[in-house]
């Protein structure tokens, strides 16, 4: 889940003009004007570093990545467990189709 969770998050901090950095596999640093401030663990956690304590700046990025870093950890959770959707060719044959005709697709278990 690490790996899915760190993409995500990334691309949402990136959505909003906040740049990443994976630090290693167990986190994914935030950095403020290329420098590193925060880190986000794999568990949703993120942590002030040394060089962003003293910055109000830092500390409101701190919160904003916080309230992002929960959202995605929950809903990446949510996605890991989720059953896999079949769609029978019958139904739809291409991803283009499947979103021009949605009330055509029948959501089933496996069989």
């Known amino acids: 889940m690490e790996r899915e969770y760190f993409k995500e998050l990334s691309r949402r901090l990136r959505e909003e003009g906040t740049e990443t950095s994976l630090a290693d596999k167990q986190k994914l640093e935030v950095l403020l004007h290329g420098q590193p401030v925060l880190y986000v663990s794999t568990t949703g956690d993120v942590f002030l570093l040394p060089a962003g304590s003293k910055s109000e700046e830092a500390s409101e990025l701190y919160h904003r990545v916080a309230a992002v870093a929960d959202e995605v950890y929950e809903y990446v959770k949510v996605l890991q467990g989720a059953p896999l959707l079949h ?25």
Do not use: D, F, Y
């Open 87 to 111: 769609v029978s060719s019958a139904t739809a044959t291409t991803t283009k189709e499947i979103i021009r005709q949605p009330n055509r697709i029948s959501l089933s278990g496996p069989a």
